[in-house]
Each structure stands twice: as C-alpha cells, then as structure tokens.
C-alpha cells in the first residue's frame, strides 16, 4: 500500500508539473496571432531552426514547414500548444502586394495552432530568398514545462543546454532558471589594406562569427554555449543583373567554424534579403547563449564596490554607441515577446517608425511594461531608393525611446535589417523582447 501511495504522489507531481502554466499569452483582438507572450523562469525554453516549404504554394508550403516543426518538437515530448513565438519568412519581391501570401501564411498560421488557447505572438517578413528554393521558412521559440527535459538529452557541453538524441541541430531547450546571453546583429570587418572592401560570403560569414566568437569569450562562454544563431545574407548582382545570394559561401564558412569544435551545431535559421548589400556588407548574424552557471554573470560584488552585476539584464558595448552590443539576461527574468508592429497611416518611414515604436509602448503597457523593459528589438526595413536617409531616419525615431539621457538611457541590442517587402506595403515593421520580475 505504502508503494502504492509513493507512486500515486510521484504521478500526481509529474502530472502537476507538466501542466503547470509557464507563459501568459496577451491576445490581440481582431488579429489571428497574440500581441504579447510572458513567459515564466521556470518554464524550458527552447528555440527551433528555421523550417523550410518548398511547395510553391505559400499556404502549403507552410503547412510543412509547421509539421516539420511539430514532428521535431512531438520528438522532444513537446507539444504545439507550448509554442509563443514564431517569425514567419516568405518569398516575395520588392513592390510586391503580399496581401494574397499573406492570407494564405495565417490561414496555415491558424491551423497549426488551433488546438492552443491562444495562438503565439508573430513576426513576418518578404524575403529575396531562402535555402533549398523554399517559399516559406519559420523559426519558433517554445515554451514548455519544466519537466519537459526528463526527455530530452543533455548536451555535455553545458550541463543546462538540451536536445532531442536525434533532433540536436533542429532544437535547444534550455533548463528553468538559467541566465542567457543575446547579442546584436553584427556585421563583417573590412578586409585588410585600403580599399578591399569586405570580401566574399565566406570571408565575410567566418569575420562575423569570429566576432561573436570574440563576444562569447568576453562573457566566458564558448560555442558549446550557444542556443540558437540567426544569419541575415544579402543577394548580391551578377553580371547578367540578376540578384543570387551565394547560400553555399556561407555554410561552407559555417561548417568550417564548427569543424574543431566538439559541441553539436546549434539550431540555425537562415534567409537572404537586401540588407546592407548597397555597402558591400552580405552578412548580418545574431546569437543567443545559455550560461552553464545558472547565475551566469549575476554575482554582486562586494557592497558598496562599482560594476556589481545584478537586477534582471547586464548591457555591455561602447559608451559611444546607441545600442549595447550584448545584454545578459538574469535567470529570474520573466520574458516577454511582442509581435512585430506595421503601422497603416503614415506615408513616411520616420512616421511609420514613430507609430509602431508607439503601439509597441502601449502593447507593453498591456502587461505592466515600459521602453527601459526591453533588451533586444528588431527592426525590419522596406527601404527605397535613398538607403542612407531611411536608415537615418528610422535611426532619428529609435533615439525618441532608446539612449535618451533623460527619459530613457537603456540601449536595447538591436538588430535592424533592410528586408525585401513587409505586410500591407509597409515600410518598417518592429519586434521586442522584454524583460520583468
């Protein structure tokens, strides 16, 4: 009777604890995503690769792109319903009405999450191109109960970093409570010697890396740390004038980053769109890392001693700089994702930057939070004809709310990249990632 009773408590427990309530999801009335996803410390958070649909048909292409992802997360022990964000990348051209793609995106969008309460928070973009010829591609985060890595792998490389056995380079699933590491998008050095310009995609992919790789050791992480890399290339044009992005350039600079390196190559999502290609810049890559110390950089120093790390994010990057170039953020740390943020009216990027920068504020004052929240925003830009007065100007309204002396000195990391077309024509569209107790 007494082993009875043990195992009717244990059963009871496992079954408290995967049905715990590890993310609060703020819907958005009248649209088919979520404006805003909370998710609690002690939930697993895992972060996805980026899923391909080749079909030529965007509705269906998503639709595989979703299976593949809830066939890998099925794998994990993971379910759909535990998904918060998703950034959707479709095929599409400069000019182009995505209005049609669009519709076809949600409608997939809405059938693979309509078993969930609420559907996640979303981000979508027109993009130039994808690996394998694909018309759509997706990334997810994923919020799953702490329990959910009883099934999952540990990674070896740090002792808080999971996978599934036979899924280790589609996810990683990080334990509750864990410190994490985000930086900005950053960009290639120049080749050395006057005039070299920036080099090829595979020269410029193994000076990003080695930059991060730079960031990683500034923070005593290394590559086996790393939870999830986004990479950003831009087309550049051939001498015949069409726009091809050199996809093998790159992984060939990846597979090569990764050859000396005994941790398992992390989850990678990809896409190609105008970006900085006007500079001569075709690579823009982005990290998250997972501290194996759970308390990661947080360990005050002695009292009353400057440079104590503690409170929930630690910014680091040059005083002379609008955004900071890494951000630690506290294992205790509830995260907030927004969903990314077009405004309709305005007719000028400046203005179209000013209103969503707005509705984002008031989105986060829907859940308690304000500007100086934020550690990580991305901005995605429909730029025009005059690249450097756009940019300048989406600049001018990211200064209104972030690096300001008075009203708000916090500098976000911040990845902005010029993409190839956004939803209803928009000409920037705006995403965040908050932080709270």
């Given at each position: 009777?007494?082993?009875?009773?043990?195992?009717?408590?244990?059963?009871?427990?496992?079954?408290?604890?995967?049905?715990?309530?590890?993310?609060?999801?703020?819907?958005?009335?009248?649209?088919?995503?979520?404006?805003?996803?909370?998710?609690?410390?002690?939930?697993?958070?895992?972060?996805?690769?980026?899923?391909?649909?080749?079909?030529?048909?965007?509705?269906?292409?998503?639709?595989?792109?979703?299976?593949?992802?809830?066939?890998?997360?099925?794998?994990?022990?993971?379910?759909?319903?535990?998904?918060?964000?998703?950034?959707?990348?479709?095929?599409?051209?400069?000019?182009?009405?995505?209005?049609?793609?669009?519709?076809?995106?949600?409608e997939a969008f809405s059938e693979a999450f309509a078993e969930n309460e609420a559907p996640p928070t979303r981000t979508t973009i027109g993009v130039a191109s994808l690996p394998e010829g694909?018309?759509?591609?997706?990334?997810?985060?994923?919020?799953?109960?702490?329990?959910?890595?009883?099934?999952?792998?540990?990674?070896?490389?740090?002792?808080?970093?999971?996978?599934?056995?036979?899924?280790?380079?589609?996810?990683?699933?990080?334990?509750?409570?864990?410190?994490?590491?985000?930086?900005?998008?950053?960009?290639?050095?120049?080749?050395?010697?006057?005039?070299?310009?920036?080099?090829?995609?595979?020269?410029?992919?193994?000076?990003?890396?080695?930059?991060?790789?730079?960031?990683?050791?500034?923070?005593?992480?290394?590559?086996?740390?790393?939870?999830?890399?986004?990479?950003?290339?831009?087309?550049?044009?051939?001498?015949?004038?069409?726009?091809?992005?050199?996809?093998?350039?790159?992984?060939?600079?990846?597979?090569?980053?990764?050859?000396?390196?005994?941790?398992?190559?992390?989850?990678?999502?990809?896409?190609?769109?105008?970006?900085?290609?006007?500079?001569?810049?075709?690579?823009?890559?982005?990290?998250?890392?997972?501290?194996?110390?759970?308390?990661?950089?947080?360990?005050?120093?002695?009292?009353?001693?400057?440079?104590?790390?503690?409170?929930?994010?630690?910014?680091?990057?040059?005083?002379?700089?609008?955004?900071?170039?890494?951000?630690?953020?506290?294992?205790?740390?509830?995260?907030?994702?927004?969903?990314?943020?077009?405004?309709?009216?305005?007719?000028?990027?400046?203005?179209?930057?000013?209103?969503?920068?707005?509705?984002?504020?008031?989105?986060?004052?829907?859940?308690?939070?304000?500007?100086?929240?934020?550690?990580?925003?991305?901005?995605?830009?429909?730029?025009?004809?005059?690249?450097?007065?756009?940019?300048?100007?989406?600049?001018?309204?990211?200064?209104?709310?972030?690096?300001?002396?008075?009203?708000?000195?916090?500098?976000?990391?911040?990845?902005?990249?010029?993409?190839?077309?956004?939803?209803?024509?928009?000409?920037?569209?705006?995403?965040?990632?908050?932080?709270?107790?």
């Open positions: 009777m007494r082993k009875l009773l043990l195992f009717a408590c244990f059963l009871f427990s496992s079954l408290t604890l995967f049905s715990e309530e590890v993310f609060k999801i703020t819907p958005l009335q009248g649209a088919a995503y979520s404006a805003a996803a909370t998710v609690d410390p002690m939930a697993t958070l895992v972060f996805t690769k980026s899923y391909a649909g080749l079909d030529k048909n965007v509705g269906a292409a998503a639709r595989d792109a979703f299976d593949a992802l809830a066939s890998d997360l099925k794998a994990a022990g993971i379910s759909m319903e535990s998904v918060v964000n998703v950034r959707g990348y479709l095929l599409a051209e400069k000019g182009e009405d995505m209005g049609e793609r669009m519709a076809d995106w949600s694909a018309t759509v591609s997706l990334d997810a985060v994923v919020a799953a109960p702490a329990a959910a890595v009883a099934n999952l792998r540990e990674s070896g490389a740090n002792s808080r970093v999971f996978w599934a056995s036979d899924r280790r380079e589609s996810l990683r699933a990080v334990r509750p409570y864990s410190s994490l590491l985000i930086t900005s998008g950053v960009l290639a050095d120049g080749l050395p010697g006057e005039g070299n310009g920036f080099g090829s995609m595979a020269e410029q992919t193994a000076s990003v890396l080695a930059k991060l790789d730079a960031t990683l050791r500034d923070w005593g992480l290394n590559r086996g740390d790393l939870v999830f890399v986004r990479a950003m290339l831009s087309p550049v044009e051939s001498e015949e004038g069409a726009r091809e992005t050199d996809f093998a350039g790159f992984e060939g600079a990846w597979k090569g980053f990764w050859e000396r390196t005994l941790a398992g190559t992390p989850p990678l999502s990809v896409f190609s769109a105008p970006g900085f290609s006007t500079t001569g810049r075709i690579v823009e890559i982005e990290f998250y890392a997972a501290f194996p110390d759970a308390m990661g950089p947080f360990v005050p120093n002695t009292p009353g001693e400057e440079g104590s790390r503690d409170g929930l994010a630690w910014r680091e990057g040059a005083d002379s700089s609008f955004l900071s170039r890494s951000v630690a953020v506290a294992r205790d740390a509830k995260l907030t994702w927004f969903a990314g943020v077009i405004d309709r009216e305005e007719s000028a990027i400046y203005g179209q930057a000013m209103q969503s920068l707005l509705t984002l504020e008031s989105r986060m004052a829907e859940v308690g939070l304000d500007y100086p929240n934020v550690v990580q925003l991305r901005a995605y830009l429909n730029i025009q004809d005059n690249f450097g007065m756009e940019f300048g100007e989406w600049n001018k309204a990211y200064r209104r709310f972030f690096d300001h002396p008075k009203l708000n000195p916090e500098k976000p990391v911040r990845t902005a990249f010029p993409i190839e077309e956004l939803p209803a024509g928009a000409l920037i569209e705006v995403e965040a990632l908050a932080v709270s107790y």
